[in-house]
């Protein structure tokens, strides 16, 4: 193809295709097996039938395709702003982003159509919709659900009832990394385009095509050394572009996986495969990002690394800075969304949350509940959480010098363990994770027979006790919580109960 991202076609080395699966016909378990635990990419149909956003959003066209209900959007979702690149204009890594209102946006999809060019690259500037945070700004509006597959979404789990960031000089600045969750509306005219990257905190992500046509390149973690520099710094940014063979010297040995997305079709986009992403034709697609026990290591590898660089970047005011740690941290959050305190924060609540559906598992009132396979999912988490909590332990974040001086509202976050049980945050937390499990354990139709809320007010799915005291036996285990150490002598303490 001509240089530049707005093309279909491809210049690099293409050596296979994504494989693709009908969703209807795999298990859980084999998605787990096949595709998340190993960290594969899988393109899974059959599974957006029943969504409304396939019949409101879309119009019918041609060889019985779909196209973008424009007017739909206009009328019926007008978001005061939303957030657009402009694919024709590079800032930094990444498009420019510009904020609009949802009306100015689809004029001027509609003035620079794509549809009359003969070569297929949009003359007029593209704009892309992305990001767009569709549940959150209209709740009531049940435009999709989310498949099986994709229910253990620790991270959304968590965004639906915590903020990110506790301390105050990091909370306090609003910007796009803080989201308030990572399920995201995408829209885009044919020739829009996503330059090469990774995604946000090395999660997955899904992304289902309600109508158009992707074209997706995705290189495998393995390779991903081939498209930085020497100083393993920058990235390659549009892989179809004028690449420097000076800067990026071995950029040309890199072998890629090809995926043309048809509407109607979900792609399982694995943790730390970059990929590079191009609309065929015009197109609405609705995207998950996500974390859960599969690739926390991933999460926290990223962390790590990014500390590393952030902490290099200021080492020369150590000797001046009354807290250094803290602003490492600080800048660590700044530019990478999380920092060391915000994810123990993050893994101790599900450490918690965890604990005690195993706890419910272990002395149900129903002996059918008592099962190894029933248990084996918390125990697996537990496990791989206390591998990762480990690691963090000897980092100077947890040195007992550090943790006397973070901010009261981190310390508040990670040490009583009575006030976590008993806040209302965690709690709708620890029924999302009990119901999402049983919903994948079960079905739709055992879960929705099932009991979750019982005369104690107990939130887990497997309580059917009515005087459920899950509360003072944790804490009998651990009340306090200090940092990764504590966390790690709880995890051992609650699997060998």
């Known amino acids: 193809m001509d240089g530049g991202g707005g093309g279909a076609g491809s210049r690099v080395k293409v050596v296979g295709q994504v494989e693709r699966v009908d969703g209807r016909s795999l298990t859980y378990p084999e998605f787990v097996d096949r595709f998340m635990k190993p960290n594969l990419p899988v393109v899974l149909t059959g599974l957006t039938s029943s969504w409304r956003s396939c019949e409101d959003w879309t119009l019918a066209g041609t060889d019985g395709r779909r196209r973008p209900n424009l007017d739909c959007f206009a009328q019926n979702f007008p978001s005061p702003l939303v957030q657009v690149a402009d694919c024709s204009s590079r800032e930094f890594t ?94 885009g005219a044919k020739g829009t385009w996503t330059p090469l990257h990774a995604d946000v905190f090395r999660s997955y992500s899904w992304s ?20 930085f520099d020497r100083n393993l710094r920058s990235s390659v940014y549009d892989i179809n572009g004028d690449v420097s ?53 991933w999460v926290w590898n990223l962390l790590h690394e990014d500390y590393k ?21 600080r800048n660590l959050a700044a530019n990478t969304g999380m920092n060391f305190y915000d994810f123990f924060i993050f893994i101790t609540r599900f450490v918690l949350a965890n604990v005690i559906e195993l706890y419910h598992i272990r002395e149900p009132e129903d002996a059918k509940l008592n099962s190894t396979e029933t248990a084996h999912p918390f125990v697996y988490n537990l496990m791989q959480i206390r591998d990762v909590a480990s690691k963090m332990i000897s980092t100077e974040a947890f040195s007992t010098k550090n943790l006397c001086i973070i901010s009261e509202e981190n310390r508040s976050a990670m040490s009583d363990v009575t006030k976590i049980l008993k806040d209302d945050s965690f709690r709708r937390l620890w029924m999302s994770l009990s ?20 005369q104690k007010g107990c939130l887990s799915v497997a309580c059917l006790k009515s005087d459920c005291n899950v509360v003072d036996d944790i804490t009998f285990l651990m009340r306090e919580i200090h940092g990764p150490e504590d966390l790690v002598r709880l995890i051992d303490a609650a699997l060998h109960e």
């Open 94 to 187: 990444d498009q420019k982003r510009l904020e609009m209102s949802m009306q100015k946006f689809i004029d001027q999809w509609v003035r620079n159509s794509c549809t009359g060019s003969s070569n297929g690259v949009c003359e007029a500037s593209p704009l892309y919709l992305k990001d767009w945070h569709f549940v959150k700004e209209y709740p009531d509006y049940v435009a999709y659900t989310t498949p099986t597959f994709f229910m253990d979404d620790w991270l959304n789990m968590y965004l639906d009832s915590h903020p990110m960031h506790r301390d105050p000089d990091i909370a306090n600045h609003k910007n796009e990394i803080n989201c308030a969750d990572y399920r995201f509306v995408y829209m």
């Open 208 to 227: 289902a095509n309600v109508c158009g046509r992707k074209l997706w390149l995705f290189l495998e973690p393995s390779q991903s050394h081939l498209i």
């Open 245 to 297: 063979e000076k800067q990026f010297p071995d950029f040309n040995k890199a072998e890629w996986i090809e995926c043309i997305q048809e509407q109607n079709e979900i792609i399982f986009v694995p943790s730390g495969w970059y990929h590079q992403v191009h609309n065929l034709e015009d197109t609405i697609s609705i995207n998950h990002n996500w974390f859960n026990v599969y690739n926390l290591h």
């Open 309 to 329: 660089v952030a902490k290099e970047y200021i080492e020369d005011i150590r000797d001046i800075c009354d807290d250094f740690e803290g602003l490492c941290q």
């Open 435 to 454: 119901k999402a499990y049983a919903y994948i354990g079960r079905g739709q139709r055992s879960f929705d027979q099932m009991r979750y809320l019982n």
